[in-house]
């Protein structure tokens, strides 16, 4: 009488068919790596933009009364007695550039004007001009965030 092995059965795999499908799998790896890699590098891993915080010098150097242009920056430094604000000379018409007058700003390419405080007093503005948040840093300077807006006639103390 034969004895009934009991075993179970396995598809047996041979070393060929067993090398063909880790080969495949590794340049399939690497294509998925790759890919990644690509999409990775469309998205930029810095975003580069003018700085939204300006450093305005000493304190101490503004004199009260005088309005100190940042022609680069756009932005007006006022030194009162109430204390330092920073104004936007980008006019909110169509965002010409605004000089200071002794009446406040004035536009020179539509005529907007505005008072000391940025509010609008003529022509196509549709609203007063962004005063920005002043701080003091570290270092003694002043700071103008221009990321901050802060409501109009809010000034800084030294």
């Known amino acids: 009488m034969r004895k009934k092995q009991n ?40 975003e580069y933009g003018p700085p939204t915080r300006i450093r305005g010098g000493k304190a101490k150097d503004y004199q009260e009364g005088i309005k100190e242009v940042l022609e680069n920056e756009r932005v007006i430094i006022v030194r009162e007695k109430r204390g330092f604000a ?50 003091l840093a570290p270092n003694g300077e002043l700071e103008i965030d221009k990321s901050v807006k802060v409501p109009p006639e809010t000034y800084f103390k030294v």
């Open 7 to 46: 075993r179970t059965q396995q598809p047996e795999i041979d070393r060929r068919t067993f090398l063909t499908a880790l080969g495949w799998s590794g340049v399939g790896l690497s294509g998925l790596i790759a890919a990644l890699g690509n999409l990775l590098y469309l998205k930029p891993a810095v």
């Open 86 to 135: 920073a104004i936007s000379s980008t006019c909110t018409h169509l965002g010409c550039t605004v000089r200071a007058s002794d009446a406040g700003f004035e536009c020179p390419c539509h005529g907007s004007q505005f008072d000391n405080d940025g509010f609008v007093t003529g022509g196509p503005a549709p609203r007063p001009l962004d005063w920005y948040q002043v701080s």
